[in-house]
């Protein structure tokens, strides 16, 4: 083998090094790509579900479980915090509003009922 062939050998194994380790870079950042957009698909999907499981609205019982004392959104945190709320459907909802049940101040849910008197 003469010295030329050698060094044009050693010259292709090199660019074929370079050539590797830059597609195996780029793959890990694709990777990294995919892996991004799986984790905000999957988060998605989580708040897609919630929101399907999630009531339009709330009433919220008082202690000893018979008076309602809030009217609220299904999606307020002060409802969420009570733990004692069930849900309600929209004709409920204005029932309880007629019925003197107080609006929650947090959520305000008489005013996307457009409840007024
Ligand atoms: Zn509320």
Redesign the pocket.
Known sequence: MSEDSLSRLDLLYFARRVVQQQAERALAEIDRWIAAEERKAAALRRDAERNRQRPDW?V?YGLNRRNID????GD????VKSGRCRPVTREQALDALRHDVPA??????DTELRFLE
């Open positions: 709330l919220q809030w009217l609220h959104r307020c945190w002060a409802a929650c101040t947090h959520c305000q849910p």
